[in-house]
């Protein structure tokens, strides 16, 4: 059996950042399973299905892929035997993530690679139910998570180094609607394991935050 570690919390809290930091240190597996259903949205996105056809979306789960590769130590996402990682960070396809993955079939296409791993690997994993739902019995849970304000200011200035134009306002808007719906969708909702520890990263720096999860590993 693995070792499980668990980090949930809303979109922007600087999840997968800090859990890849953490697998560094600890020299456990990173699985980013918001990187997973990005990779079906990219799929759907190239399907040309809107978020809405839910039925389209069931469908094109059929014919969809994604798999995990570790290169020099580095997760790759592979949509139906493409490398779609440099495609997965788009505002397009974060939103299209966030509306299809409440979605049971969206859900259930990934749950068992997830799973999978986990049995076989010490693994840290991200997303909005890990500890919840998808590793209920992880060894480690953490709930991550940090002001609206500061998670936008974060994105912000991200997509200003990438050179992309964007709007403060929009993007802590959308922070909000994105968490609205995560919190509030009928599958898996966002919420905190019973059993989880919080970790508000508003004020803390990047270091902070990874030794911080690491004092509570093994």
């Known amino acids: 059996m693995g070792y499980n570690v668990a980090i949930d919390g809303p979109a922007g809290a600087g999840k997968s950042t800090i859990a890849k930091l953490v697998a560094k240190e600890k020299g456990y597996i990173y699985v980013d399973t918001g990187a997973m259903y990005r990779g079906l949205a990219i799929h759907f996105i190239k399907k040309k299905i809107k978020a809405e056809d839910i039925k389209g979306i069931v469908e094109a789960c059929k014919d969809a892929e994604v798999s995990i590769a570790y290169e020099n130590g580095v997760q790759q996402i592979y949509l139906n035997?493409?490398?779609?990682?440099?495609?997965?960070?788009?505002?397009?396809?974060?939103?299209?993530?966030?509306?299809?993955?409440?979605?049971?079939?969206?859900?259930e296409k990934l749950l068992e690679l997830q799973r999978t791993l986990a049995r076989e690997k010490d693994v840290i994993m991200d997303g909005r139910d890990i500890g919840t739902n998808i590793l209920p019995n992880a060894d480690v849970k953490i709930y991550l998570t940090a002001s609206v304000e500061t998670r936008a200011t974060r994105r912000y200035k991200e997509l200003l180094e990438k050179g992309e134009t964007c709007v403060y306002e929009e993007i802590a808007q959308d922070i909000k609607e994105r968490d609205e719906r995560d919190m509030n969708r009928e599958i898996a909702p966002l919420k905190q394991a019973e059993d989880a520890i919080?970790?508000?990263?508003?004020?803390?720096?990047?270091?902070?935050?990874?030794?911080?999860?690491?004092?509570?590993?093994?």
């Open 198 to 218: 919080l970790v508000d990263s508003s004020e803390m720096t990047i270091d902070e935050v990874v030794k911080t999860i690491c004092s509570y590993c093994k």
């Open 81 to 107: 035997g493409e490398n779609v990682t440099t495609m997965l960070r788009t505002e397009e396809v974060g939103n299209m993530a966030s509306k299809t993955s409440a979605i049971p079939a969206v859900r």
